[in-house]
């Protein structure tokens, strides 16, 4: 086991999970962070991750009174923010779970996006990328 911050982490692909509890609404580079799990994950290996999300019900409730603000929080992220960040970094979605927290279980399926490369388009309630389609302006 390690424990500690990223940018400290060396080492080969050669684990099996990789926990992340209560770190990226910590991080300065969620994003990086992400890969640098990704890069220490065998292929095929498990994230399982923890964090605060902005649509739970108590931040909807308390508003800018939520207990969360500050802390040393310094990102806040909606579920399907979350999830697409965590796909563009290699990983398929296995499972999320809600409440006062998001728990996430992802499977490195691949590398992590170049960030000029990111999918920005949202995930549906399957954790499956959303069809987004233009509309055609009216021709005259």
Request: net charge negative; aromatic share 14%.
């Amino acid at each position: 086991p390690w424990h500690g911050f990223s940018r400290d982490i060396s080492g080969t692909a050669d684990w099996d999970l990789v926990i992340n509890f209560d770190f990226l609404e910590h991080s300065y580079e969620p994003y990086h962070d992400l890969g640098v799990c990704n890069a220490l994950l065998k292929d095929g290996g498990l994230l399982y991750l923890k964090t605060l999300y902005m649509d739970n019900p108590d931040h909807l409730l308390k508003g800018d009174c939520y207990q969360l603000f500050g802390q040393g929080h310094f990102h806040y992220f909606r579920v399907r923010t979350l999830l697409a960040m965590i796909a563009n970094a290699g990983f398929k979605i296995l499972k999320v779970q809600l409440g006062p927290l998001v728990f996430v279980y992802g499977q490195k399926v691949g590398e992590p996006a170049a960030r000029d490369r990111l999918d920005l388009r949202f995930l549906n309630e399957n954790y499956n990328y959303l069809q987004i389609r233009h509309r055609q302006p009216h021709g005259d």
